[in-house]
């Protein structure tokens, strides 16, 4: 395991030092090492770090250090876990511009996080026989179409999903509440194992993490973050899928919802999503791919190598930037390392010559 990884899992490790404090200080301090060589005074020009956070953090870099150096022991014995931070190029980029994504994720499989096409499915726990035949007809239409299916390898609906994905072939990842060294609930080992072979397990918990309760809603994040879209098969008003769909919206992701009779209670959070308008309502594969634009995907990727040809070579990389996610004007000034008065000026003509356009929320996605 080569030393970086020391210093960018021990980062994850400090205490008072979340996911978006610590982008702040490896951008001020220039490199990850640095925040653990930086002095108090140093620290505190930070902007956003004050001196009881600097205080907090120089006391427990220590600490830090000792747990990173033992989950890197725990690596290099269990080789097919891969730690992927959030600068390194095989860190999702659809999860990166999440405001709230995590530093580091450990993968534990064989498929591409950066994949053209991932949609969550979430749901209850408590799944009812229309749940279940609902899973079982929309995984079968999605089969072969290169859809990666993420979901949380929970009690009911996630579990089944995962079950359907598997005999289907459709490549499906588990993300997990817990350390990688563990499987939650014990009665998914043998699914879990099926999934590395054709998708996979990931987790921002290092070894030895229990499922704890306050996970879960934390694991719900990476799930809406890693996905295009994420589709609800059922729940009640107050289910953990909807904290799932909500955060979808909030990272400007499509959000689907299967309806269900009125009077349902398993339905009854899906309905006010719709009623709500914070989901459109599906009734099949067909409706998400149309909303999504995919039956049209390789039509529009040969008609974009053609325009790719024509641009100009800062707005290639514009483009470049945009690959596989939205983002804003700032994100696309620091992905391409461009000025954003000068991203601001070629997102006009990308747009003009129709390559890109805007969606709510001032970002900017492929045509």
Known sequence: MESKHLYQIAITALDGVGPVIARNLISYCGSVES?????????????????LTAQKLIASRKAALKRAEKELKFLDRNKHIQPIFYLDKDFSNRLKFCSDAPLMVYFNGNVDLNA???????GTRRMSNYGRKLIETF????????VIVVSGLAYGVDTYVHKVCVQHQVATIGVLAHGLDRIYP????????????????????????????????????????????????????????????DLAISYHRDVFAFPGRVNDENSSGCNAFIKQQKALLIEQAGDLFA???????????????????????NERIIVKALAGTSSSPEEISIKSSLPL??????????????????????LYIVN
Do not use: C
């Not at 620290?43 to 956003?48: E, K, S, W």
């Not at 053209?116 to 979430?122: L, P, T, Y």
């Not at 995919?294 to 325009?307: C, H």
């Open 139 to 146: 995984i079968e239409q999605i089969a072969g179409t290169g």
């Open 35 to 51: 925040v653990f060589s930086s002095s108090l005074q140093e620290l505190v020009r930070i902007p956003g770090i004050g001196k």
């Open 116 to 122: 053209n096409r991932m949609i969550a499915v979430v």
């Open 291 to 313: 909303q999504l634009g995919w039956e049209q995907s390789i039509v529009k990727k040969n008609a974009q190598r053609r325009l790719f040809v024509d641009l100009a070579e």
């Open 186 to 245: 014990a009665t998914n080992k043998k699914l879990a194992k099926a999934m590395v072979k054709h998708g996979g397990l990931i987790s921002e918990y290092t070894h030895e993490t229990n499922p704890d309760r306050e996970n879960f809603p934390s694991r719900n994040r990476i799930i809406a973050g890693l996905s295009d879209a994420t589709v609800i098969i059922e729940s009640k008003k107050q289910g953990g899928s909807l904290i799932t769909g």
């Open 341 to 362: 008065s000068q991203v601001n000026t070629h997102l006009l003509n990308l747009e003009l010559k129709g390559v890109i356009r805007s969606i709510p929320g001032n």
